[in-house]
Nanobody, 124 residues
Framework: QVQLVESGGGLVQTGGSLRLSCAAS????????MGWFRQAPGKERDFVAA????????SYTESVKGRFTISRDNGKNTVYLQMDSLESEDTAVYYCAAVYTRRLFKEASMYLYWGQGTQVTVSS
């Protein structure tokens, strides 16, 4: 069993930055692929970024490329999402997700473990 706890959300102005963290408890964090997803009001949960077990394979959705950076620290059992140049369209609840695999997934259905989410609000 893996438990995920997100933190770092909040209110920020357009163009600002936030750093989300996702702390994992459980066994073998370094064997987990990790993903970030987001869900805006009235919309589906969308893929944002993912990182494989070693950090050597990373993927982003097109709209955040060049602005967001996903990383992980296996020694701290934590994955991060650095978000820069934030836009109002980035407003959503951000979820951390995990699955034991050597692969990297963009589909929410492939992830077994989910955090409770953290709200990110970007005001213009």
């Amino acid at each position: 069993q893996v438990q995920l706890v997100e933190s770092g959300g909040g209110l920020v102005q357009t163009g600002g930055s936030l750093r989300l963290s996702c702390a994992a408890s459980g066994r073998a964090f370094s064997s987990l692929a990790m993903g970030w997803f987001r869900q805006a009001p009235g919309k589906e949960r969308d893929f944002v970024a993912a990182i494989n077990w070693s950090g050597g394979d990373i993927s982003y959705t097109e709209s955040v490329k060049g602005r967001f950076t996903i990383s992980r620290d296996n020694g701290k059992n934590t994955v991060y999402l650095q978000m820069d140049s934030l836009e109002s369209e980035d407003t959503a609840v951000y979820y951390c997700a995990a699955v034991y695999t050597r692969r990297l997934f963009k589909e929410a259905s492939m992830y077994l473990y989910w955090g409770q989410g953290t709200q990110v609000t970007v005001s213009s």
